[in-house]
C-alpha cells in the first residue's frame, strides 16, 4: 500500500468521526477493503459509541470517564497562592522621553541628567515636572557651591524650575517645611543680588511668594541697595499677578471668583511692598515712595515718623486696631499676677513700665532687668513670656523679641559666658554686619523656641526665621566673638575694617562697636587699634577715645592718657575724624582711674574739667528751659489781661 493511499483513508476516516453518528470503534478491515467509493461503508462497521484517533479508548476508561463530575474552567486564571496580599495589576503608564531625567537623577549622577536636560530643550520636548528634582536642586548647589558658584547656581535655578507646584498655594506648614531647605540654600548667597531676583521671579511664577517672601525680603532689602532691590521686588510680584490672577485679567472676566482672586492677590502684594518698605527704611536706606496700586499702611508710616502704633503692642504689625479687647485685659490682668515678686514691689513696678516700652526700651537697661530677675526664676519666665508674646501666626520675629536677644546676650556676657552669647546671637540673627568665625556656631533647638512658660509661652508653633540684625546686636555681640579663641584680633579687625564699606547705613560702626575692638586689645596695641581705625577713613568716637584712655592708665602710661583727654577737649582732628570734647561720665571715670596712681596734678586736670563741663550743663539745661517759661508767662498775662 503506497503512503499517499494511508494518507487518504485516515483523512477519510476522520471524516467518518466527525460526522453525526458517533463511532466507538472501526473495523480497519472494512476500511482497507475494495469498494465501489470510499464513502460507502456498511452500516455493520459503525458499532455505537465514540472512537479516538489514534487508538480505541478502553471500557474501562470510558467507565471511570463517565463517573467524574461536569468541571467547568474559570474564566479568570486562578492566582498563585502567596502569604502575602497583592495589590491589582495596575496600568503601565506610556514612557516618556523625560524619564531618562528622573532615572538619571534618582542615580545621582547629576551631570549627566543636565547634559539629557539641555538636549530635551534644544528638541522642544517637554519635560514633566516631578518633585524628585527639588533634591538635585539642592545637591547642584551644595556640592558645586565652592568650586564654580555660577555654574552652581544656574544649575539650581533650572532644577528648581522643574519643581512641580500649584499657583497660589497656601502657605501652609507641610509647604514650609518642604521649601525650607531651599531658602537655607538661597540665604547663604543673599548679597548676590542677581541670584536672589532671579530666584523670587521664578518663585513668583510658581506661586510661592506667600511661602518665600517672608524669609527673603529683610535681608534682599538691607543688603542691596534700593534701586536693585526694587526691581527684583516689581519682577517678583508681577510674574506672581501673572501666575495666579493673569488668566481672569487677561481674558478681562468679570466673574465674582476673578473678581475675589484679584483683590487676594492685590492685598497680598501691598502687604509685601509694606514690608519691604519698612526692612528698606530699618537699612537705613531712607524712605520710598510706594509704587503704582500700592499706598503704605499705618505700620510704615509710623515707621517713618519714627512713632510706636499702641504701647503694649509691636511696632511693626502687632497692633490691634480696635483698640483693648476685654481678652488683652483679663491677659494682662493674669500676667500681672504671674509677675508678682513677693516682697518686691520695685521690680513689679519695672517688669510693667518695660511691658509697656518693650519696643522703644534700651537693651542695657532690659539686661540691667534681668540680671536683678535672676533669683525669681518664676517671675523671669513670665516677664519673658509676656514681653516675647505676639499675635498667632507670625512667621517673623519682633522687634520686641529681638531686644531680648540683646539683652540676653548682655547679661551672658557679664557672667563671661561668651560662647552662650554667640549661640544666642546665631540662634536669633542671620551673620551680617561682621566677618564670618573661624568655627561653626550649634545653635540649640530651645533657643529658637519661645522663652518661658507663662502666659502667652507657646502662642508660636514653630520658631520664627532668624531676623536682620542692627547695629546695636552686633555691638553686644561683638566682643563674645573677640574673646572666641578662634579669633586672631589683628587679622579680624583688618577683616571688618574692609568689610565696612561694602555694609548697609544701618550696620555700619558706631562708637561703642569701636570701643569693642580697643578693650579687647592688649595694653600696648590699643593705641595701634585705634590709628587702624583712623588709617580706614572712620570716626572711632568718644567710646573709643574713652576706651584708649582706660588702656592707657593701666599700662601707666598717664602722661599719654592726658593728651587724649586734652585733644579730646580741644576738639582735635585726626585724619577723617574731629574728636569732641569729653562727656562728664567719661570724666567721672577716668578719675575713678587715677585714684590707685599717684598722679595728683593730672587728677586736678580732671577735676577742673568735671567742675567746667558740670557748669556748661548746667547752663545749658538753663538755656532750653528760658524760651518755654518766657512763653508760659506771655500765656498768663494774656489770660490776665
Same mark, same amino acid.
Given at each position: 500500500?503506497?503512503?499517499?493511499?494511508?494518507?487518504?483513508?485516515?483523512?477519510?476516516?476522520?471524516?467518518?468521526?466527525?460526522?453525526?453518528?458517533?463511532l466507538?470503534?472501526?473495523?480497519?478491515?472494512?476500511?482497507?477493503?475494495?469498494?465501489?467509493?470510499?464513502?460507502?461503508?456498511?452500516?455493520?462497521?459503525?458499532?455505537?459509541?465514540?472512537?479516538?484517533?489514534l487508538?480505541?479508548?478502553?471500557?474501562?476508561?470510558?467507565?471511570?470517564?463517565?463517573?467524574?463530575?461536569?468541571?467547568?474552567l474559570?474564566?479568570?486564571?486562578?492566582?498563585?497562592?502567596s502569604?502575602?496580599?497583592?495589590?491589582?495589576?495596575?496600568?503601565?503608564?506610556?514612557a516618556?522621553?523625560?524619564?531618562?531625567v528622573?532615572?538619571?537623577?534618582?542615580?545621582?549622577r547629576?551631570?549627566a541628567?543636565?547634559?539629557?536636560?539641555?538636549?530635551?530643550?534644544?528638541?522642544?520636548?517637554?519635560?514633566?515636572?516631578r518633585?524628585?528634582?527639588?533634591?538635585?536642586?539642592?545637591?547642584?548647589?551644595?556640592?558645586?557651591?565652592a568650586?564654580?558658584?555660577?555654574?552652581?547656581k544656574?544649575?539650581?535655578?533650572?532644577?528648581?524650575?522643574?519643581?512641580?507646584?500649584?499657583p497660589?498655594?497656601?502657605?501652609t506648614?507641610?509647604?514650609?517645611?518642604?521649601w525650607?531647605?531651599?531658602?537655607?540654600?538661597?540665604?547663604?548667597? /543673599?548679597?548676590?543680588? @542677581?541670584?536672589? !531676583? #532671579?530666584? %523670587?521671579?521664578?518663585? &513668583?511664577?510658581?506661586? +510661592? $511668594?506667600?511661602?518665600?517672601?517672608?524669609p527673603?525680603?529683610?535681608?534682599l532689602?538691607?543688603?542691596?541697595?534700593?534701586?536693585?532691590?526694587?526691581?527684583?521686588m516689581?519682577?517678583?510680584?508681577?510674574?506672581?499677578?501673572?501666575s495666579?490672577?493673569?488668566?481672569?485679567?487677561?481674558?478681562?472676566?468679570?466673574?465674582?471668583?476673578?473678581?475675589?482672586?484679584?483683590?487676594?492677590?492685590?492685598a497680598?502684594?501691598?502687604?509685601?511692598?509694606?514690608?519691604?518698605?519698612?526692612?528698606?527704611?530699618?537699612?537705613?536706606?531712607?524712605?520710598?515712595?510706594?509704587?503704582?496700586?500700592?499706598?503704605?499702611?499705618?505700620v510704615?508710616?509710623a515707621?517713618?515718623?519714627?512713632?510706636?502704633?499702641?504701647?503694649?503692642?509691636?511696632?511693626?504689625?502687632?497692633?490691634?486696631?480696635?483698640?483693648?479687647?476685654?481678652?488683652? /485685659?483679663?491677659?494682662? @490682668?493674669?500676667? !500681672? #499676677?504671674h %509677675?508678682?515678686?513677693? &516682697?518686691?514691689?520695685? +521690680? $513689679?513696678?519695672?517688669?510693667?513700665?518695660?511691658?509697656a516700652?518693650?519696643t522703644?526700651i534700651?537693651?542695657?537697661?532690659?539686661?540691667?532687668?534681668?540680671?536683678?530677675?535672676?533669683?525669681?526664676?518664676?517671675?523671669?519666665?513670665?516677664?519673658?513670656?509676656?514681653?516675647?508674646?505676639?499675635?498667632?501666626?507670625?512667621?517673623?520675629?519682633?522687634?520686641a523679641?529681638?531686644?531680648?536677644?540683646?539683652?540676653?546676650?548682655?547679661?551672658?556676657?557679664?557672667?563671661?559666658a561668651?560662647?552662650?552669647?554667640?549661640?544666642?546671637?546665631?540662634?536669633?540673627?542671620?551673620?551680617?554686619?561682621?566677618?564670618?568665625?573661624?568655627?561653626?556656631?550649634?545653635?540649640?533647638?530651645?533657643?529658637?523656641?519661645?522663652?518661658?512658660?507663662?502666659?502667652?509661652?507657646?502662642?508660636?508653633?514653630?520658631?520664627?526665621?532668624?531676623?536682620?540684625?542692627?547695629?546695636h546686636?552686633?555691638? #553686644?555681640? %561683638?566682643?563674645?566673638?573677640?574673646?572666641?579663641?578662634?579669633?586672631r584680633?589683628?587679622?579680624?579687625?583688618?577683616?571688618?575694617?574692609?568689610?565696612?564699606p561694602?555694609?548697609?547705613?544701618?550696620?555700619?560702626?558706631?562708637?561703642?562697636?569701636?570701643?569693642?575692638?580697643?578693650?579687647?586689645?592688649?595694653?600696648?596695641?590699643?593705641?595701634?587699634?585705634?590709628?587702624?581705625?583712623?588709617?580706614?577713613?572712620?570716626?572711632?568716637?568718644?567710646?573709643?577715645?574713652a576706651a584708649?584712655?582706660a588702656?592707657?592708665?593701666?599700662a601707666?602710661?598717664v602722661?599719654?592718657?592726658?593728651?587724649?583727654?586734652?585733644?579730646?577737649?580741644?576738639?582735635?582732628?585726626?585724619?577723617?575724624?574731629?574728636?569732641?570734647?569729653?562727656?562728664?561720665?567719661?570724666?567721672?571715670?577716668?578719675?575713678?582711674?587715677?585714684?590707685?596712681?599717684?598722679?595728683?596734678?593730672?587728677?586736678?586736670?580732671?577735676?577742673?574739667?568735671?567742675?567746667?563741663?558740670?557748669?556748661?550743663?548746667?547752663?545749658?539745661?538753663?538755656?532750653?528751659?528760658?524760651?518755654?517759661?518766657?512763653?508760659?508767662?506771655?500765656?498768663?498775662?494774656?489770660?490776665?489781661?
Open positions: 500500500m503506497s503512503a499517499k493511499l494511508h494518507v487518504l483513508r485516515l483523512v477519510l476516516y476522520r471524516g467518518y468521526t466527525s460526522s453525526a453518528v458517533p466507538h470503534a472501526v473495523d480497519a478491515r472494512a476500511l482497507f477493503a475494495p469498494s465501489s467509493s470510499p464513502f460507502s461503508l456498511p452500516a455493520s462497521t459503525l458499532p455505537p459509541g465514540r472512537a479516538d484517533f487508538e480505541p479508548e478502553s471500557a474501562e476508561y470510558e467507565r471511570a470517564t463517565s463517573l467524574l463530575p461536569r468541571q467547568t474559570p474564566a479568570a486564571p486562578v492566582p498563585w497562592p502569604l502575602f496580599p497583592h495589590e491589582p495589576p495596575r496600568a503601565r503608564a506610556r516618556r522621553p523625560c524619564d531618562l528622573a532615572r538619571l537623577v534618582a542615580e545621582d547629576l551631570r541628567a543636565r547634559t539629557v536636560v539641555g538636549e530635551l530643550r534644544a528638541l522642544h520636548t517637554p519635560i514633566q515636572h518633585a524628585l528634582y527639588l533634591r538635585a536642586a539642592l545637591s547642584a548647589l551644595a556640592d558645586d557651591a568650586s564654580a558658584p555660577a555654574d552652581a544656574a544649575g539650581f535655578l533650572s532644577w528648581l524650575a522643574l519643581c512641580p507646584n500649584r497660589a498655594t497656601r502657605n506648614p507641610a509647604l514650609r517645611a518642604a525650607e531647605p531651599v531658602l537655607a540654600r538661597v540665604l547663604t548667597h /543673599a548679597a548676590d543680588h @542677581a541670584f536672589v !531676583a #532671579a530666584f %523670587l521671579e521664578l518663585a &513668583g511664577a510658581k506661586g +510661592l $511668594l506667600p511661602t518665600v517672601m517672608g527673603v525680603v529683610p535681608l532689602a538691607t543688603l542691596v541697595p534700593p534701586d536693585l532691590s526694587g526691581d527684583a516689581r519682577r517678583a510680584t508681577a510674574a506672581y499677578r501673572q495666579t490672577a493673569g488668566g481672569q485679567s487677561q481674558s478681562k472676566s468679570n466673574s465674582k471668583r476673578a473678581s475675589a482672586r484679584a483683590a487676594i492677590v492685590d497680598q502684594i501691598a502687604g509685601w511692598w509694606n514690608t519691604y518698605a519698612r526692612a528698606v527704611f530699618l537699612a537705613g536706606w531712607g524712605e520710598l515712595a510706594p509704587p503704582s496700586g500700592v499706598t503704605w499702611d499705618a510704615t508710616l515707621f517713618y515718623a519714627g512713632e510706636t502704633l499702641a504701647p503694649n503692642a509691636a511696632a511693626d504689625d502687632d497692633a490691634d486696631a480696635d483698640g483693648p479687647s476685654p481678652v488683652k /485685659a483679663s491677659a494682662d @490682668a493674669d500676667s !500681672a #499676677a %509677675l508678682a515678686v513677693p &516682697g518686691r514691689p520695685d +521690680l $513689679l513696678a519695672r517688669m510693667q513700665a518695660a511691658l516700652a518693650r522703644t534700651a537693651p542695657r537697661d532690659l539686661a540691667v532687668l534681668l540680671r536683678d530677675l535672676a533669683p525669681f526664676p518664676a517671675a523671669r519666665a513670665a516677664f519673658a513670656a509676656r514681653f516675647c508674646a505676639a499675635r498667632p501666626g507670625r512667621a517673623s520675629l519682633t522687634r523679641e529681638a531686644k531680648y536677644a540683646c539683652a540676653r546676650m548682655l547679661v551672658l556676657r557679664s557672667r563671661g561668651h560662647d552662650g552669647a554667640l549661640r544666642v546671637f546665631a540662634a536669633t540673627f542671620h551673620w551680617l554686619g561682621l566677618p564670618p568665625l573661624g568655627r561653626a556656631i550649634a545653635a540649640p533647638s530651645e533657643l529658637r523656641s519661645r522663652a518661658g512658660a507663662g502666659p502667652g509661652a507657646g502662642a508660636r508653633r514653630h520658631a520664627p526665621p532668624r531676623a536682620v540684625p542692627d547695629i546686636a552686633v555691638s #553686644a555681640v %561683638l566682643p563674645a566673638v573677640l574673646a572666641d579663641p578662634s579669633t584680633l589683628e587679622t579680624y579687625h583688618a577683616a571688618y575694617l574692609a568689610l565696612v561694602t555694609l548697609p547705613p544701618a550696620l555700619r560702626p558706631v562708637s561703642h562697636t569701636h570701643a569693642a575692638f580697643v578693650h579687647a586689645s592688649p595694653k600696648q596695641y590699643a593705641a595701634r587699634t585705634v590709628q587702624r581705625i583712623l588709617d580706614a577713613g572712620l570716626d572711632p568716637g568718644p567710646a573709643a577715645w584708649l584712655f588702656k592707657l592708665v593701666r601707666g602710661n602722661p599719654a592718657a592726658m593728651r587724649v583727654i586734652h585733644a579730646m577737649e580741644q576738639g582735635k582732628t585726626m585724619g577723617k575724624a574731629v574728636m569732641v570734647p569729653p562727656s562728664l561720665d567719661m570724666l567721672h571715670k577716668a578719675r575713678k582711674l587715677l585714684l590707685p596712681f599717684e598722679h595728683e596734678e593730672e587728677a586736678k586736670v580732671i577735676d577742673a574739667l568735671i567742675k567746667r563741663r558740670s557748669e556748661t550743663e548746667i547752663k545749658s539745661r538753663a538755656l532750653a528751659t528760658e524760651p518755654g517759661d518766657e512763653a508760659q508767662e506771655e500765656e498768663q498775662a494774656v489770660a490776665h489781661g
